[in-house]
């Protein structure tokens, strides 16, 4: 069986589209664009997510 990771271990943002739950990728996805301001936003949020905790990550190892 898989793992699945839980909305806060994860950096993608989540959206409903067809009544299904859609994993917006930090790196996006063509069709996000296609879903106009919806899918950029859930985008920017996926975005802004990634990067902080890459630097949460990256601080955490400098105090190692």
Do not use: D
Request: aromatic share 4%; proline share 5%; glycine share 12%.
């Amino acid at each position: 069986m898989g793992s699945k990771k839980s909305s806060k271990e994860s950096s993608a943002a989540v959206i409903i589209m067809n009544g299904k739950p859609f994993e917006v990728p930090p790196g996006g996805t063509l069709g996000i664009l296609a879903l106009g301001n919806v899918g950029i936003r859930a985008w920017k949020k996926a975005s802004m997510n990634w990067k902080e905790k890459e630097t949460k990550e990256a601080g955490n190892e400098e105090k190692k």
